[in-house]
C-alpha cells in the first residue's frame, strides 16, 4: 500500500508518519529528512538543495523526483510505504503517478491534515529535534525534560534551520499555492483522499489516520 501523507508545515506530518510506519510496519519516506541528511553530510545533492530550504522555498521538482525515483525503485514492492513531504507540487504528483505505474503499483490513499495558521506557527517555531535519534518536541507543547536535550539518548536538541518566524510565512504561502492544489487533483480520482483534523492530540489524529488506512 501506498499512502501519501498531505498537510501543511507544522501540522504534524512526520510524528504521525512515523507512528503509522511502527504500527503498520510500512516504511517512512520523508523528502525533508532526506534532503537535511544529505545538507549534513555535505553531498552534491544537499549543496543543491539548501539555498532553497533556508529560504523556505521548494526544491526544483526534476532533484526531488529522481530522489524519490531511486529511493522508490531500491524498496521492496511488498512493504508499504508513508510518503511524507512528497508529493509537493502537481508535476511531483504526476511523476509519482507514472514512477508507481511502471513497478505496476499506485498511491492508495491521500491523508491531508489540516491546522489553522496560527497554531501551525506556533508548532513550528517552538519544534526542536534530535540530530541523533529524531525525536521531536516542542517548547511550548511537549518540551523535553531538560531544556536543550533529548529525554531519550541525551543529545543536544537542534532548531531547524527553516523554522524560524521569518521563513515560516514563505512555507505556509509556498504549501497554499503549490501543495494545496494536489488535493483537487488526487480528489478527482486520483485516489481516494481522507481528510484528519490535525489540531486534537497525537493519539487523537494518529486513531483516525490509522482507521483510515485499515
Ligand atoms: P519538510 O521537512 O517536509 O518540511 O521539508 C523541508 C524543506 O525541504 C522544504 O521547505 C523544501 O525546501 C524541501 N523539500 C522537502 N520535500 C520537498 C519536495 N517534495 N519538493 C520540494 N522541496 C522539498
Known sequence: MIVILLGPPGVGKGTQA????????????ATGDLLRAAKREGTELGRRAQAFMDRGELVPDDVIIAMVEELLGALDPEVGVVLDGFPRTVPQAEALAEALARMDRKVDRVLVLTAPD????????GRRSCPACGSVYNVHFS??????????????????????????????????????????FYSSGEAPVISVDGDQSV??????????VA
Request: hydrophobic share 30%; aromatic share 2%.
Open 18 to 29: 512515523k507512528l503509522l510506519c511502527d504500527k503498520l510496519g510500512f516504511r517512512h519516506v
Open 118 to 125: 496560527e497554531v501551525l506557527v506556533k508548532r513550528i517555531t
Open 143 to 184: 518540551p523535553p525534560r531538560q531544556d536543550g536535550e533529548c529525554d531519550r539518548c541525551g543529545a543536544g536538541l537542534s532548531h531547524r534551520a527553516d523554522d524560524t518566524p521569518e521563513t515560516v510565512q514563505n512555507r505556509l504561502d509556498v504549501y497554499r499555492e503549490q501543495t494545496e492544489p494536489l488535493v483537487a
Open 203 to 212: 493519539d487523537g489524529v494518529q486513531a483516525e489516520l490509522a482507521s483510515a
